[in-house]
């Protein structure tokens, strides 16, 4: 069995999902037309329908869209505001931060290619977003600011209660990607003032590839990018078909959102106890502050170990970690977690993550640490002695 | 057993294809990592796209892109062209059907609300696109055109190679969804000279929610509508993660496209059989040509019988035809199938398709024919009661 620290990009699917979705796996549901098999399927995908909105806590009379990624969810967004404001000239710019994600900045760079103004917010040392530029910024001519809830990367924490209402004072619609927020801290549409919110099933336990859009009241003026036949709720999408998935997408909000009461608890204890394990190694550093981070996270880097190097000897013996190098390879320009903790340039190749989820055991972490410190150690050497070798 | 008569709106998964999906259904796989269940993955997922290429006869160098569903692949060629070609004045119009497809309807609506030209072209008493009138409007300036391989409701068959050919002439780039023609018929991009051509899974007996649209050579300007990051055939969109669905799919197209050999001529007897026992019901229509249509599809109407009536009688015996008289009402404006017939127009409420598979038998045909005939009469009687009573 795969030792699994990557459950920020990832998981398998629970038990109880796959359960969930069975009896309707290899079914042929035409929703349209009444049978006993549609109205079970029907019931279940409604109830799935409740449990996703129940997940965020979010009114009846908002709309929530059915999308295959939070990458479409971006992507909507970031096309309608183009579509309804930039175009229009009704407004001129859009904001994102520096730590933006992949589907953000090749979004942020269309609209720019178009015209747009995209302004780029920097984060302080603890990686949360520069509040006074931000201030700057934000104005009734921004048509989206576009913030993660929590870093994909660091798992850092941004503080969505502040960015909101500087939102609204400014008359500006906010969009949170709260991928990697849910399950991993509490979301609440009725505390937390944004215009829009996203999450998916891929890191919470569900089937790949769907996602949810949360869009507040019905008012806002999104349109859609894949246009069919309208769904129940909302005339911003097609349906999808796959009534299975999301069935499972409803039963793995519903069991991570459950998890947040005591097991998160747990998954933190395990985490906190790996990474001062981890600290122990020689020239080792915690890319993320303490305090404002998700409890699933250990984001790290060795010195003179080469993330992919690192990535590589771990997933000979199985062990999963993750490491977001490929993608800063290809053109995908954010700041780095070395650069905002001001630490040696060289480490940015060392950066790796370690991500827990409730199937995480303390005898994986034990397992994991072991391999971690032979492969750092092995890595080492071989650089040493081709140090010698020049 | 529920008896499924709507195999292009939607069939059940097969057997074969759960089996090739199952090894990776609750797998946490990231194909960054290599690992052996990801190397294992990425052979599997390799072969899938390999077979996908394969069963349109398509080139290493052409591009296919995952969508979720051949309405997406409608909508990024739709939103591609605006943003492309339209906004930037290179062209001025597109060219869509008069029985074109809700997806294609409302982009081309979205497009025409930007300023765009739309020509939506007839189609003649045979349900195939009028070529006098299309070549009179399509020219350098037409940004697309939009046709539909086979009728959705019909099953009619357009001459792709005459519309091909025109379009290639006038310099025009064509867009073909086959989603209604795979398996069904064969399909040949060495021989169909098309630009854009799409298919899904949900009616070939794979999974549901995912299709591909493939691009002839690498030159074509399309963008993504989906950002996010790269899969290995495109930078057109973000790559999918559900490994599992994408081998499903793989596994699905080599079946049916298999089957096209022997197992396809089989259900056309079963379907002419069951459509001249069809024809023998009082006052009955069949509303497609005899010669021009798919092997699968026999789409009737029966006078008096209220389609959604007839519908639901059906599947109360757990028998699932299909009626597009539900998008129809909601603003679905396309010509009717009686209006192209010249029938009574009466007869517009009445049109129910059945549609056959590799799965239907002799047995369900007799059954559905018993039903079918006993859940018109009773219709009928009843309808000849409230006019008496009236």
Known sequence: MAILLNSNIVTPTSKNVLEAMEPFLDKAIDLNVTTKESQKALKAYKEAIDKIYRSINAKDEDT???TSSTNEATSQLFLSVYLKYILTGRKNSIIISQRASIDEIRAARFLESQGCRVHRIPVTVDG???????REYVNSKTA???IALVDDESGVIQPIEEIASICKFADAPLYVNAKDA????PIDMQRD??????FCSDNIEGPKDIAALYI???SQEIMPIIFGQDSEQASLRAMPKDIAKVIGFGKAVEEIVDSL???VEDIRELRDEFEQ???KIDNSYSLAPWALRVPTISIMAFEGVHSSMLIDKLAQKDIVAYSFSKFNTRNFERVSLVEIAALNNSLKHCTIGFSLASYTTKEQLDEALKVIKESISEIREISACNKEQK
Chains 1, 2 share one sequence.
């Open 64 to 66: 929530i869209v059915l």
């Open 128 to 134: 949360t977003i520069d509040i006074e530029i931000f």
């Open 144 to 146: 989206l600011v576009s």
């Open 182 to 185: 849910m399950g991993r801290i």
């Open 193 to 198: 003032e944004v215009s829009y919110l996203s």
């Open 216 to 218: 507040r009241d019905k």
């Open 261 to 263: 009461d005591f097991e």
């Open 277 to 279: 394990e981890l600290l």
